[in-house]
Structure formats: structure tokens, C-alpha cells
């Protein structure tokens, strides 16, 4: 297949890209998420809800969005493959290295991200395409499910809350190695603004992964 869906550089340079694009739309869904808790009963939460599920531009990003996280996949997987294959036996002598802990165990985090996307998607997507059942308790409106309670239904359970927090760390860890690793493939590697792309990409992370944290925190210790 092309040995392995093309030349190396050509892989890591469509990973990084759909990796940036993938962390821009976080920002936009983390947005969202906080909407959950302005004290209106979803209102705010449920109009924009309704727009992103509505607008044609808004479904035509979500085909670019799905394409994005496909491709970041396959090709991560094809060369953490690789990489593999090229050195099967692991050296005797473990010398250090600059190499962080995570930036070793990228394929990792990302499998656990991915058990997280099944999750998320089962309990919200796919109720949107009629895949699967809406939660109890919660009821369509205006022929569409209501995802606010469904999002309440959820973070109601302190089992879930817990979960999500803790993949919401392997995320910001997945996306703080990868941040400073898609800058890098695209050559903006250099003394004087790397460090800053790394600051970034630490900041970055760090905003998502609490950003995200808040709302289950905000249920479990405030609700």
C-alpha cells in the first residue's frame, strides 16, 4: 500500500496538520462545555447546541473534523508501526536522553484518548444519528435529543466524573508532547523560538486539561 500510505515526512507532516486542527476544535468544544454551567438551565448551552447541529457550514466542518481525527489516527498508528518494525529488539542499555516520559508512550495515551472518544461519541454523537440510546431522564426536543440533560445526566454520576478527569490528564499529556512535536515537523525548530512554542504547547495543554476538568469538578464538589 504504497509502502505504508506514503513517504515518512508525507505521514508526519498530515498527522501534525490534522493534530493542530484537531486542537483548534478543542478550544471551540471547550467553549462549549462551560456553557453547561452559566446557572440558565442550558439555555445558552442548548442554542448553541442546536446551531452546531444544524448549520450546513457547521456540518461540513464536522466532515473535515472527522476526516482530521481519522487521519491523525491511521497515520500514528502507521508509523508507531514503523518505527517498531525498524528497531524490534529494544537496546540492552537504556542511555538518557531529552526525551520525556510521555513523548515515549505517545501510542499509548493515544489508544486511552481513543477508548474516550468511543465513550464520548456513544453518549452524545451517536445519539444525535439514532446509534444509540439517549440516557434516561432526558427527552427529545423539537425532534432532536436535548443534550443538556443528557450532559447533566452524566456528570450526575461521580463514577463518570472521575473518569473523565482522568482523561483529561492523559489528553493534555498526549497534546503537550504533540503541540511541540507538530511544530517541529513542520522545521519551526530553533534556539530562539522554540522554547516558545514549547511555553505554548505547556500553557496550551494545561488550559485543556483543566478547561475540560471543570465542569465534572464542578459537579462533583459544587452541584
Not at 472527522?66 to 524490534?88: A, D, E, M, T
Not at 515515549?104 to 445519539?127: D, P, Q, S
Not at 493534555?172 to 504533540?178: D, E, K, R, S, V
Amino acid at each position: 500500500m504504497s509502502r505504508f500510505l506514503g513517504p515518512s515526512l508525507i505521514k508526519k507532516l498530515v498527522m501534525s496538520l490534522a493534530g493542530l486542527f484537531l486542537m483548534i476544535f478543542l478550544l471551540l468544544h471547550l467553549t462549549l462545555n462551560l456553557f453547561i454551567l452559566r446557572g440558565d438551565n442550558g439555555e445558552l448551552y442548548s442554542t448553541c447546541v442546536k446551531f452546531m447541529t444544524t448549520n450546513f457550514l457547521v456540518k461540513i466542518m464536522e466532515i473535515v473534523l472527522f476526516g482530521g481525527l481519522f487521519l491523525h489516527i491511521l497515520y500514528g498508528i502507521v508509523i508507531q508501526i514503523q518505527n517498531w518494525i525498524s528497531r524490534p529488539v529494544k537496546y540492552k542499555v537504556i542511555h538518557q536522553s531529552q526525551t520525556s516520559f510521555f513523548s515515549k508512550y505517545m501510542i499509548h495515551t493515544g489508544a486511552i484518548i481513543f477508548a474516550f472518544l468511543a465513550i464520548h461519541l456513544t453518549n452524545f454523537y451517536f445519539v444525535k444519528l439514532g446509534f444509540s440510546n439517549a440516557p434516561q431522564g432526558t427527552l427529545p426536543v423539537a425532534g432532536r435529543e436535548d443534550f443538556y440533560p443528557m450532559a447533566v445526566n452524566l456528570f450526575s454520576h461521580a463514577g463518570y466524573c472521575w473518569l473523565y478527569i482522568a482523561f483529561m490528564v492523559f489528553i493534555a499529556f498526549h497534546m503537550n508532547h504533540a503541540f511541540q512535536s507538530a511544530f517541529q515537523t513542520l522545521g519551526w525548530n530553533h534556539p530562539i523560538y522554540t522554547p516558545f512554542i514549547k511555553a505554548v504547547g505547556v500553557i496550551y495543554s494545561f488550559v485543556i486539561g483543566i478547561g475540560f476538568s471543570v465542569v465534572p469538578i464542578y459537579f462533583l464538589f459544587f452541584k
